[in-house]
């Protein structure tokens, strides 16, 4: 697979940099180029195949915990060097994260990401993707991997705009939505087929001391 920065100033990153400036989200409906959609949805399912996949906790450090009730999808973290595709898509949201820099002086440092399945029947409850003792995840971006989804198969994102109205995605394979992570509450509606994402946060540098 070739190659997959972009250069900060192309105009599908100044897009998405102009919609979070104004509106706090942006969704880009053909972001992946269709082989990389495809190359992930299948590392996705292999590596839910050889049990790498765990159901989600939700919190963070000692209170966190698996509950079902608030959140029903199995997760695994990306590292850098796993495989070819999943490299590929790392580049690209480096790319991403170099162009929110430098055209919303964001400062973010890092991205953290994992693949999420979910079942027949899981869902996220409405939440935000910040966590109270921990405020660097700054930006969240998403990235569906699903063939041939409609709208009756559920599974949207839902999100709870600033202007007081609702918004849904549907997760449809090379759709990206991204959001200003502690502005915009959202979850995810059940769904009647399997869903797979790789969803990740761009950081700030934390506060806390050395
Ligand atoms: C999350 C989340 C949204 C989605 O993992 O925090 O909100 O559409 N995911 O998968
Ligand atoms: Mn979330």
């Not at 190659?3 to 919609?19: G, K």
């Not at 969704?27 to 949805?41: G, H």
């Not at 162009?99 to 953290?112: Q, S």
């Not at 660097?136 to 949207?156: F, K, M």
Request: proline share 6%.
């Amino acid at each position: 697979m070739r190659a997959m920065s972009l250069p900060s100033d192309h105009p599908l990153l100044l897009r998405i940099v102009d919609d979070l400036a104004t509106h706090g989200w942006s969704q880009q409906d053909i972001f992946l180029p269709a082989s990389l959609t495809l190359a992930l949805a299948a590392e996705c399912r292999n590596r839910a195949a050889e049990g790498e996949l765990a159901p989600a906790a939700v919190g963070r450090g000692a209170t966190q915990e698996v509950r079902e009730g608030i959140r029903g999808d199995h997760i695994q973290w990306l590292e850098p060097g796993q495989s070819a595709c999943s490299d590929e898509y790392l580049e690209l949201m480096d790319s991403l994260r170099v162009a929110l820099n430098r055209g919303l002086y964001l400062g973010l440092e890092d991205f953290e990401c994992h693949f999420a399945l979910y079942p027949p029947g899981a869902f996220y409850r409405k939440h935000l993707d910040r966590f109270r003792d921990d405020d660097r995840r700054t930006v969240s971006a998403v990235i569906y991997l699903n063939q041939d989804w409609l709208p009756e198969h559920g599974g949207q994102l839902r999100m709870s705009l600033k202007n007081g109205e609702e918004h849904d995605v549907q997760p449809v394979g090379g759709c990206l939505v991204v959001f200003l992570s502690g502005d915009i509450p959202h979850e995810v509606l059940p769904a009647n087929r399997e869903r797979l994402s790789v969803t990740g946060w761009f950081r700030r540098r934390g506060n806390e001391p050395f």
